[in-house]
């Protein structure tokens, strides 16, 4: 059995159609009834055909009634009609199938219309001619709102005068006459009308078709109305760009042209202006745009305008919403000076043809741009403010360069007093208010001048991030009539701290000179003291020793010679390590050094002497930190063995001394070895702590009467320990005992290896991820643009937080993966931008990670940024590796932790 399809390609009824009780029995009695008659028949046929016309009997024989005969025919026929009645029966079952699939499939359609009718914002209702009342679709749901917010009933009796209450005056008669004819019998009518809503003035197009119904033969008038605001505005602005094309009078306006894109036609073009362009008659698009192109100095500028003008692909970007463009380039005359011009394109949709067309401007904007760039220098060189004063009539006018937010502002004339006085009002001034304003205005200013060609006055005042600032006016006559007073204030901080600088250097190198002479002189006073000891001791011992006769005596003399000698050994070579020190000779040459075998070696060289004192020398090399460290070995030495040496010198015998090697871990300053040296010795008085490290720095007591030293064996230590960039700090107490912590930078093979690996590990994982950058230093973006693109990160930015904010915006959701934001920006700051973004409803406004990318590093400035939603911070200039390791920690939290 064949089935049928819907227009979706389901089925419209099945193949088999179920039986039910009823059709079950009208079979088997059609089968039955077919049977026995066709059984009759058959047997009487034979009964015929054999002769046989009787039922016999031993009594005779009789003739079959022909009623019966005649009720046998019967049954074929019989059975052919109930056979017919159940064929008709599963057409008219079939038949209410399809029926119903038909109903389903026009339920769809329905619903599919009201879907499209709402997407579109259509109006829906029918019309009665006969009654003039108007039945609104309430199965559209913006019908069903846009009667909501009208007041409107379901139902609208004089519904033409209703509608036509609301919308504009001049187009009620259009809508009516549009009424009109549908009531005179006309199948189809529309019209268009203008009409106020929510304080905007929209239009929309009603569409009428007349719907017949074949069985109540009732007349039905279905009306749709659809929203042509757009279309209409753009209609306006078309007329209004051609009312400007033809009527245009401005003075830098050099060419103006039509263009029809879609046919390739130049419709028309006027040149207003020389600039050694010729444009034949009947050219083309292409043709006008390539002889444009020729009054372009540079190549770069050349391909930049063919691809912005290519005629596709203005309509491609016209056909997607962008419709206004502009192009500044450089041009030249032959041998004159160069400008500069400037390209406008708009592009409409023509409302008779549907073509796309453009109107093409060039502007002269030589004068422009030389007096931009001209402000910009200033700007450069420091200038803020520039004006002029008339001292006749006490009047000035003034220009703000770079007024934040505004660019250059222009003040209209006004008093030149009061305008000063309203300024300094709002001004955070250093010095009082009345002093600054007796010294600039019209009459001091006139006063100076009229001795000096110029009048300078320099002043302190705040920033509005409360920075202190120094600031200068200038005045000048402007030319010799001396009636008009040039004036011009700038921002002088710089000299003005690097000329503090230089006073404070001057002045801390004439200290540094003052107290290197004095400590000259102790030094000289120092040396001559303490080479002078152990020389007498040597040529003392040396005259006794060579008059003595006494084996025993003279090498009682000798070794003392040999002390003496030892001694100023040590004193000439610490003079020589201070000397090296101080003249910035001394540099350090790491080498790879296992770190207990180091702590070995030192202790090797001082157990001795501690063993001769009865000391204990508490110290456990194995449990030391092991590994590989770099470092400079004599200088580390050096610090090492001072510290034990001096230990164990002044520390009784039976005494203790503990030595002990710590590893640091220590993010904030990097430190990687704490070294630990303590003695229950003399210890140290308070007062002599402050002078620990100076050159031949001794304390004497009549404990340290019999200790010889030179005092350089500290502050050597000291010196050593500031030129690897470590920290030594001490606490002691008098016959108590000293300690002595010293804190390195040493850097451990095995922990760079690990974090270089974690580098290089964040960096592939950064490969790919799309970072907005906003940042309006375009020095600064520079940089962190090529930071991240050297790593494989895609990287889109943004000039200020406004722009910011709208690249976000616009970006499909999960489009950005992260946000570097700068802080101080104009138009819109950081915290500013975040707040919007955060509070923008997007899916994914919560979840990006913002990080703050700014030079101001003070802690409040950190806590704020935290809490105006930012997830972390980084200080500029920016470290690239710090730069890796925030953007992994904000997008992939567990790498980031992995440093």
């Avoid at 004193?571 to 207990?596: A, C, F």
């Avoid at 904030?668 to 003399?682: E, L, P, Q, W």
Wanted: net charge negative; charged share 25%.
């Amino acid at each position: 059995m064949k089935t049928g399809n819907d227009i979706s390609g389901k089925k419209l009824f099945p193949e088999r159609i179920p039986f039910n009780l009823f059709q079950m029995i009208i079979i088997i009695l059609a089968v039955i009834f077919i049977f026995i008659g066709t059984g009759s028949s058959i047997h009487a046929e034979g009964n015929e055909t054999a002769g046989i016309q009787t039922i016999g009997s031993d009594h005779g024989a009789y003739t079959e009634p022909d009623v019966l005969l005649l009720s046998r025919q019967l049954l074929i026929p019989a059975g052919i009609i109930i056979a017919l009645l159940l064929f008709a029966h599963l057409l008219t079952v079939r038949s209410e199938k399809k029926l119903k699939a038909l109903q389903r499939e026009l339920k769809s359609s329905k619903e599919l219309f009201m879907t499209a009718a709402n997407s579109a914002d259509l109006v829906i209702w029918e019309y009665d001619p006969k009654s003039h009342e108007i039945v609104m679709s309430f199965d559209s749901d913006f019908t069903k709102y846009v009667c909501k917010e009208r007041g409107f009933p379901q139902i609208l009796e004089r519904g033409p005068e209703i509608q036509a209450s609301i919308i504009d005056e001049q187009d009620r008669p259009v809508l009516l006459e549009m009424y009109r004819k549908l009531d005179e019998g006309a199948e189809q009518a529309s019209c268009e009308y203008g009409f106020p809503w929510s304080g905007l003035h929209c239009y929309r197009r009603v569409m009428a078709q007349t719907v017949h119904d074949e069985k109540s033969g009732r007349r039905k008038i279905v009306c749709i109305s659809e929203d042509i605001t757009a279309e209409r505005r753009m209609q306006a602005l078309y007329e209004k760009e051609l009312q400007y094309l033809h009527q245009s009078n401005d003075a830098t306006l050099t060419s103006k042209g039509h263009h029809d894109l879609t046919d390739g036609k130049v419709l028309e073009y006027t040149l207003l202006n020389d600039i050694n362009t010729i444009i034949p008659k009947n050219i083309t698009y292409d043709e006008m745009l390539q002889g444009s192109l020729s009054i372009m100095d540079r190549e770069e500028d050349r391909k930049a305008c063919r691809e912005l003008l290519d005629r596709n692909a203005l309509i491609q970007k016209c056909h997607d919403g962008e419709r206004h463009f502009t192009f500044r380039f450089r041009r030249s005359k032959q041998g004159m000076a160069p400008g500069w011009a400037e390209i406008q394109c708009n592009t409409f949709p023509a409302p008779s043809t549907g073509h796309i067309e453009c109107f093409i401007y060039t502007y002269d904007m030589t004068e422009q741009e030389l007096k931009k760039q001209i402000i910009s220098k200033l700007v450069d060189f420091g200038y803020e403010n520039i004006g002029f004063i008339y001292p006749d009539t006490f009047a000035a006018t003034a220009y703000l360069l770079n007024e934040p937010g505004a660019g250059q502002q222009r003040i209209g004339i006004m008093n030149y007093d009061e305008m000063l006085r309203y300024v300094l009002s709002k001004s955070s001034i250093s010095e009082p208010q009345q002093k600054l304003f007796d010294a600039i205005c019209i009459e001091t200013v006139t006063k100076r001048l009229a001795s000096a060609t110029t009048y300078l006055y320099p002043f302190s005042l705040k920033s509005r991030d409360q920075k202190d600032e120094r600031k200068q006016f200038a005045f000048s006559w402007l030319d010799e009539k001396h009636d008009t007073i040039f004036f011009c204030m700038s921002d002088i901080t710089a000299q003005y701290e690097f000329a503090q600088m230089q006073i404070r250097e001057l002045s801390a190198a004439k200290l540094a000179a003052d107290q290197a002479n004095e400590a000259k002189s102790a030094f000289l006073s120092t040396m001559s003291h303490d080479l002078r000891t152990p020389l007498n001791g040597i040529l003392g011992f040396t005259d006794i020793a060579l008059r003595e006769n006494d084996p025993a005596r003279k090498q009682e003399y000798l070794e003392k010679i040999r002390l003496s000698g030892d001694l100023l050994l040590s004193l000439v070579n610490d003079t020589l390590d201070l000397s090296r020190i101080e003249s910035g000779k001394m540099t350090l040459e790491p080498e790879k050094i296992d770190s207990r075998d180091f702590a070995r070696s030192v202790l090797a060289a001082v157990v001795p002497t501690a063993k001769q004192k009865n000391i204990r020398l508490l110290a456990e090399p194995d449990h030391f930190p092991g590994g590989t460290i770099y470092a400079d070995r004599l200088k580390l030495q050096k610090i090492v063995l001072n510290l034990l040496s001096n230990a164990v010198k002044y520390t009784p015998e039976g005494g203790t001394i503990r030595f002990s090697i710590e590893a640091v871990d220590s993010a904030s300053d990097h430190m990687t070895r704490r070294i630990v040296v303590a003695d229950n010795g003399i210890g140290i008085s308070r007062d002599f702590l402050e002078n620990l490290y100076e050159p031949f720095a001794q304390e004497h007591r009549p404990e340290t009467a019999n200790i010889q030293g030179t005092g350089l064996g500290l502050s050597i230590v000291k010196k050593i320990v500031d030129l690897m960039g470590g920290k030594i700090e001490v606490t002691s107490e008098i016959n108590k005992g000293t300690t002595f912590v010293v804190e390195l930078p040493l850097q451990c093979s095995v922990s760079s290896t690990k974090q270089q690996e974690v580098i290089r590990d964040m960096t592939a994982e950064l490969r790919g991820k799309h970072i907005l950058l906003v940042e309006d230093n375009a020095i600064n973006m520079e940089i962190a643009e090529l930071l991240l693109k050297e790593k494989g990160i895609i990287v889109t930015t943004a000039e200020d937080g406004r722009k910011g904010v709208e690249k976000f915006l616009h970006s499909a959701e999960g489009f950005f993966d992260a946000i570097l934001m700068d802080i101080r920006m104009p138009v819109m700051d950081g915290y500013e931008a975040v707040k919007i973004i955060r509070t923008s409803g997007r899916r994914d406004a919560d979840k990006i990670a913002i990080i703050a990318m700014t030079a101001e590093a003070f802690e409040e400035d950190i806590v704020r940024a935290r809490r105006s939603g930012m997830n972390d911070y980084l200080v500029k200039p920016i470290d690239s590796e710090k730069l890796i390791v925030a953007l992994s920690s904000a997008i992939n939290k567990e790498t980031g932790k992995a440093l």
